[in-house]
């Protein structure tokens, strides 16, 4: 039977000592996809009537969620892995702090919902991840709609927004930063009088994103129309989001870890949970790392890979599962030659600065590692154990290094590894139950 877990109780601050692993074999299920978790339970509460959303992703982006979705008069009870909601419709409850932790998109998505309200507050209690990450893009749509919109220096946390409901109508928006953007006025858009006809310029990041939430939209009975290349979308107004089941399908950018470990040692390892057709970007691992010699396969049940075999560089665009990159650095250091990840720059406005920060870390653990403004490239090689490396509060930071950690000569300290709960609880867990040795040591 596959391994499957939820919250296990860990202490509240952690290091994770990570030991060398001979191989790795079992079966795990997939968490939950945060991507989908937050999107669903956002259209939940833009719905009216009880919809019910099975197999939500246990992660501190749902958790800051559904904090703010119950501040703003949603009725959410959880009963397990499911989440029961009692949505507002398109009337949040007006003068309301919402505090999002250090969840970039749940803040993005309710900065944009609040052109429903007159007076929301977002806030966060990460100032120097979540306010230092940039919202500028946004406000100025939400400003050209009519919202009164005030932040803190460069257009950063926190930010309150009044002077909703607007009417809608035409607004552009970049998504040069962020795909966040578009897709938090996606969200919006239908319960506005006038809809949103919605122009999209800069060079988009990020394009699977926003195809989920479409794909959200369209599961929950909103009518829209886009252009393939997603530089215009059209949505109507007074739409009215459906009450119903939805499923939560399994996570990508999280599996993507354990396959990538799998990839680098001997021993075979299924995910199962994965919808091959799945429209996650982080989907294209399984390619990329078919295409770097790895021994995978899919089914309409799961992947598995089976480890031991060499590794080749590849040089390939790595916008379209950036959310991966991280893990993938990981098989990167055991192929043979150097990998480039090009057209990765928004990785620098993440939770830490995921090309710098990640150089850093690789060339503490012994390996090289090049970088320009919008690329990062791995060379692979040993791992040098025996060293502490730091996680930089970046739950996909921590996955890379335990990861390369599994294939050192010597056991490695990750700090601050209890950041892994922002999008994967059972990380460890699920590393432990493939055959992994790691320690949890409290702080």
Same mark, same amino acid.
């Given at each position: 039977?596959?391994?499957?877990?939820?919250? @296990?109780? @860990?202490?509240?601050?952690?290091?994770?000592?990570?030991?060398?692993?001979?191989?790795?074999?079992?079966?795990?299920?997939?968490?939950?996809?945060?991507?989908?978790?937050?999107?669903?339970?956002?259209?939940?509460?833009?719905?009216?009537?009880?919809?019910?959303?099975?197999?939500?992703?246990?992660?501190?982006?749902?958790?800051?969620?559904? +904090?703010?979705?119950?501040?703003?008069?949603?009725?959410?009870?959880?009963?397990?892995?499911?989440?029961?909601?009692?949505?507002?419709?398109?009337?949040?409850?007006?003068?309301?702090?919402?505090?999002?932790?250090?969840?970039?998109?749940?803040?993005?998505?309710?900065?944009?919902?609040?052109?429903?309200?007159?007076?929301?507050?977002? #806030?966060?209690?990460?100032?120097?991840?979540?306010?230092?990450?940039?919202?500028?893009?946004?406000?100025?749509?939400? +400003? =050209?709609?009519?919202?009164? #919109?005030?932040?803190?220096?460069?257009?950063?946390?926190?930010?309150?927004?009044?002077?909703?409901?607007?009417?809608?109508?035409?607004?552009?928006?970049?998504?040069?930063?962020?795909?966040?953007?578009?897709?938090?006025?996606?969200?919006?858009?239908?319960?506005?009088?006038?809809?949103?006809?919605?122009?999209?310029?800069?060079?988009?990041?990020?394009?699977?994103?926003?195809?989920?939430?479409?794909?959200?939209? +369209?599961?929950?009975?909103?009518?829209?129309?886009?252009?393939?290349?997603?530089?215009?979308?059209?949505?109507?107004?007074?739409?009215?989001?459906?009450?119903?089941?939805?499923?939560?399908?399994?996570?990508?950018?999280?599996?993507?870890?354990?396959?990538?470990?799998?990839?680098?040692?001997? =021993?075979?390892?299924?995910?199962?949970?994965?919808?091959?057709?799945?429209?996650? =970007?982080?989907?294209?691992?399984?390619?990329?790392?078919?295409?770097?010699?790895?021994?995978?396969?899919?089914?309409? #049940?799961?992947?598995?890979?089976?480890?031991?075999?060499?590794?080749?560089?590849?040089?390939?665009? =790595?916008?379209?599962?950036?959310?991966?990159?991280? #893990?993938?650095?990981?098989?990167?250091? +055991?192929?043979?030659?150097?990998?480039?990840?090009?057209?990765?720059?928004?990785?620098?406005?993440?939770?830490?600065?995921?090309?710098?920060?990640?150089?850093?870390?690789?060339?503490?653990?012994?390996?090289?590692?090049?970088?320009?403004?919008?690329?990062?490239?791995?060379?692979?090689?040993?791992?040098?154990?025996?060293?502490?490396?730091?996680?930089?509060?970046?739950?996909?930071?921590?996955?890379?290094?335990?990861?390369?950690?599994?294939?050192?000569?010597?056991?490695?300290?990750?700090?601050?590894?209890?950041?892994?709960?922002?999008?994967?609880?059972?990380?460890?867990?699920?590393?432990?139950?493939?055959?992994?040795?790691?320690?949890?040591?409290?702080?």
């Amino acid at each position: 039977m596959p391994y499957t877990a939820r919250m @296990t109780q @860990t202490p509240a601050q952690f290091d994770a000592v990570v030991y060398p692993a001979a191989r790795l074999s079992g079966t795990v299920q997939a968490q939950p996809s945060k991507n989908y978790t937050t999107r669903f339970l956002l259209a939940a509460a833009l719905a009216e009537g009880e919809s019910v959303v099975r197999g939500v992703a246990a992660s501190e982006d749902a958790d800051a969620l559904i +904090r703010s979705l119950r501040a703003w008069g949603a009725q959410i009870v959880l009963d397990g892995p499911d989440a029961h909601v009692t949505g507002f419709g398109a009337r949040p409850r007006p003068d309301t702090r919402l505090e999002v932790g250090n969840a970039g998109a749940v803040a993005r998505f309710l900065l944009a919902v609040a052109a429903l309200t007159d007076g929301t507050e977002v #806030v966060t209690d990460s100032p120097h991840s979540l306010g230092q990450r940039p919202m500028g893009d946004l406000l100025d749509a939400l +400003r =050209g709609l009519g919202l009164e #919109v005030r932040s803190a220096e460069g257009g950063r946390l926190p930010v309150t927004v009044r002077g909703g409901p607007v009417p809608g109508g035409a607004v552009t928006v970049s998504a040069e930063r962020s795909s966040q953007f578009l897709s938090g006025l996606l969200f919006a858009a239908p319960l506005l009088p006038a809809g949103l006809d919605i122009t999209v310029t800069g060079h988009i990041k990020s394009e699977p994103p926003i195809r989920q939430t479409l794909d959200t939209l +369209r599961r929950f009975g909103i009518q829209l129309d886009a252009s393939d290349d997603l530089r215009r979308i059209r949505v109507a107004g007074v739409q009215t989001y459906w009450a119903g089941k939805y499923v939560v399908p399994g996570d990508y950018p999280g599996s993507a870890a354990l396959l990538v470990a799998g990839a680098t040692l001997p =021993g075979e390892v299924r995910v199962t949970g994965l919808d091959p057709q799945d429209l996650q =970007g982080e989907r294209a691992v399984v390619g990329v790392l078919r295409q770097m010699g790895a021994d995978i396969s899919q089914d309409a #049940v799961g992947v598995t890979v089976r480890g031991g075999r060499p590794l080749q560089a590849v040089t390939l665009d =790595g916008d379209h599962f950036t959310d991966a990159i991280q #893990v993938m650095c990981a098989a990167a250091a +055991r192929a043979e030659g150097c990998t480039t990840w090009e057209n990765v720059a928004t990785l620098r406005l993440k939770e830490c600065d995921r090309i710098s920060d990640t150089r850093a870390e690789l060339l503490t653990l012994g390996l090289q590692a090049e970088e320009t403004a919008d690329s990062l490239t791995v060379c692979g090689g040993a791992v040098r154990g025996n060293v502490q490396v730091d996680g930089h509060g970046d739950h996909r930071m921590i996955m890379l290094l335990s990861l390369l950690a599994l294939r050192a000569d010597s056991p490695v300290r990750v700090t601050g590894a209890h950041h892994i709960r922002k999008s994967y609880p059972e990380f460890f867990a699920h590393l432990r139950a493939l055959g992994a040795q790691v320690e949890l040591l409290a702080y």
